[in-house]
């Protein structure tokens, strides 16, 4: 299984962003999928969530009422809407897929490649 980000770039503060994320690979199903960021000296922290079926999602409070994650189960892709950007939303975003493989039976993270994202004051 493979994902592919995009959509990462330089805005200024209360521009928006869309990130994507597109999973591919043979003979798998999704559970969940997120965006995580990391900016520099700071820890990996998970900025919004996505169950697949359902649809339900979860955000870290700094974003909530801003970001909106979505996804299009026909083209396996989530989405990051991302509205009022600013500096502290400075970091690579990475995508992350917690996805069964029905060909070895085991369910495993996956990890996009990351995606830079950069807000000027």
């Known amino acids: 299984v493979q994902l592919v980000e995009s959509g990462g770039g330089l805005v200024q503060a209360g521009g928006s962003l869309r990130l994507s994320c597109a999973a591919s690979?043979?003979?798998?199903?999704?559970?969940?999928m997120g965006w995580y960021r990391q900016a520099p000296g700071k820890q990996r922290e998970l900025v919004a969530n996505i169950v697949w079926r359902g649809g339900s999602t979860n955000y870290a409070d700094s974003v909530k009422g801003r970001f909106t994650i979505s996804r299009d189960n026909a083209k396996i892709t989530m989405y990051l809407q991302m509205n009022s950007l600013n500096p502290e939303d400075t970091a690579v975003y990475y995508c992350?897929?917690?996805?069964?493989?029905?060909?070895?039976?085991?369910?495993?993270?996956?990890w996009g490649q990351g995606t830079q994202v950069t807000v000027s004051s």
């Open positions: 690979g043979s003979s798998f199903s999704i559970n969940t």
């Open positions: 992350n897929g917690r996805i069964y493989s029905n060909l070895y039976r085991n369910l495993n993270d996956y």
